[in-house]
């Protein structure tokens, strides 16, 4: 166990230079940008993998449909983890299994390597670092700016992944895919030397409060490094399965993963390749949903701060599913300016649900129990993205095109608002130790 220092007092604890809660929430942008570096990988290396080897389109969407559920229902029980071994310990061994996941698909030769490998590994390590990553560092070191960081850092996340796409798709096309693969393992060993100088658990560890910490709010104590994880992970769960607006969130946040990792970031290279567009052009016009998604996001998190969080959502999801239902339109070989509007709303509109939905999940489930009632929300998240990156993929081999999987979402994407509207406004009060209501 951790040995802690005195606790400074003051709302911002170190009131004469910067708050390590910066110096933490900056490591852990760039932990999430480099972890990106693979989940940027899939919908790239579709076409070349179908190429060299003759395995269909659905049988490589199952791989991703693999690492996208790993992704999601990792995350609870890391922040578990997060809370019995510490935070660092817990990144830099989801970095490593990462690497060698990536760096290991160089020699497949058979689909098994590619699930296992693609889809196990490097689940396993995206998922130990994934969305319940963000709620644990802005849970436990922030209390001012929580909404803001909050969106700082799942911009991170997904911008990482999409950014990393037309760098893939240029080395893929003048390199082959193996050299894209070991780029995305070098992206993600770069990192770890970062989180091991850097990183920190908590506060209170380094004798400080959480940033803008109060009397009144004082931020969540250090977790007392007793029991199972994974049982605090299933007791959470088990807590919280009686609460009507966790299953509202989880609902909406399953749509979520399909209209944006499941569907687009997977599919819509291959998508528009189908329409004559090449991929590498495909691939840059997700690079700038990835760039456009930083200021929606970060833009999400300060409004987060300031407006209901229900009606966010509300508006986030009609206006994505509006761009879905049009996109079939849009696809061509070349990129119209109806393709831009198209590429910068949904960039706009990408993450931009995380930071309302982390706000939620701390105002109906108290900051203590919040960061993995987020991982279990997440879980339906990537279990959604994983339904949508095999079923677009069978859709895509059924008919012969995309379509039908995009007007589907885009029916989706209503059902979800009407969830996100239908969530009650808390009963209970943020700072509430560890409420878990039932309503």
């Known amino acids: ?41 899939p919908g790239v290396l579709i ?46 061994f989801a970095l490593v299994m990462v690497s060698v996941g990536s760096g290991l698909t160089v020699f497949m030769t058979e689909p098994w390597q590619l ?89 209170a560890d380094m004798g400080l409060r959480a940033y ?12 007392q490094q007793v029991g199972s994880s994974a049982g605090r992970a299933l007791g959470v769960l088990r807590d919280v399965s009686r609460s009507r607006t966790f299953w509202l969130l989880s609902g909406g946040f399953a749509i979520c993963g399909m209209t944006t990792n499941g569907l687009i970031a997977t599919h ?11 991929a590498t052009t495909a691939a840059s016009l997700l690079a700038v949903v990835g760039i456009f998604d930083v200021v929606g996001t970060i833009a999400s998190g300060w409004l987060t701060d300031k407006v209901d969080p229900r009606l966010l959502l509300v508006g986030y999801y009609v206006l994505r599913g509006v761009g879905l239902m049009t996109l079939p339109a849009l696809m061509s070989p070349h990129v119209a300016p109806s393709m831009w509007v198209f590429i910068i709303v949904y960039g706009l509109d990408w993450v931009a649900t995380v930071p309302p939905t982390v706000a939620l999940c701390r105002e109906w489930f108290g900051a203590a129990a919040g960061p993995i009632v987020f991982g279990w929300v997440f879980a339906s998240h990537q279990v959604g993205a994983a339904v949508a990156a095999t079923g677009a993929g069978v859709i895509r081999d059924v008919t012969g095109g995309y379509d039908p999987a995009f007007y589907a979402a885009a029916g989706l994407c209503a059902l979800a608002g009407v969830m996100s509207y239908a969530i009650r406004k808390t009963p209970t009060p943020a700072a509430a130790p560890d409420p878990v209501p039932v309503g």
């Open 1 to 41: 166990m951790t040995t802690t220092r005195p606790v400074s007092t003051g709302p911002d604890a170190r009131p004469d230079g910067l708050h390590w809660a910066w110096v933490v929430a900056a490591v852990a942008f760039v932990t999430l940008v480099g972890a990106a570096a693979f989940r940027s990988v």
């Open 268 to 278: 819509f290279v291959p998508a528009a390749h189908d329409h004559g567009m090449p």
């Open 115 to 203: 699930i296992l490998c693609w889809g196990l590994l490097v689940g396993l390590g995206t998922g130990s670092m994934s969305m319940a990553f963000v709620a644990t560092i802005t849970s436990r070191w922030f209390v001012a700016r929580r909404g803001l960081v909050s969106g700082i850092l799942t911009a991170g996340n997904a911008t990482g992944q999409l950014i990393f796409l037309p760098v893939v798709a240029w080395f893929a096309t003048n390199h082959g895919w193996r050299t894209a693969a070991l780029l995305a393992t070098c992206a993600s060993l770069a990192v770890i030397p970062l989180v091991l100088l850097f990183l920190r658990n908590h506060p």
């Open 212 to 223: 803008g910490a109060t009397d009144a709010d004082p931020g969540p104590p250090p977790h």
């Open 47 to 92: 076409e070349p993998l179908h190429d060299e080897f003759g395995w269909s389109h659905g049988l490589i969407g199952s791989a991703v449909s693999l690492n996208l559920m790993l992704f999601g229902l990792m995350s609870p029980f890391a922040a578990a983890l997060m809370d019995r071994f510490g935070v660092r310990p817990v990144v830099t």
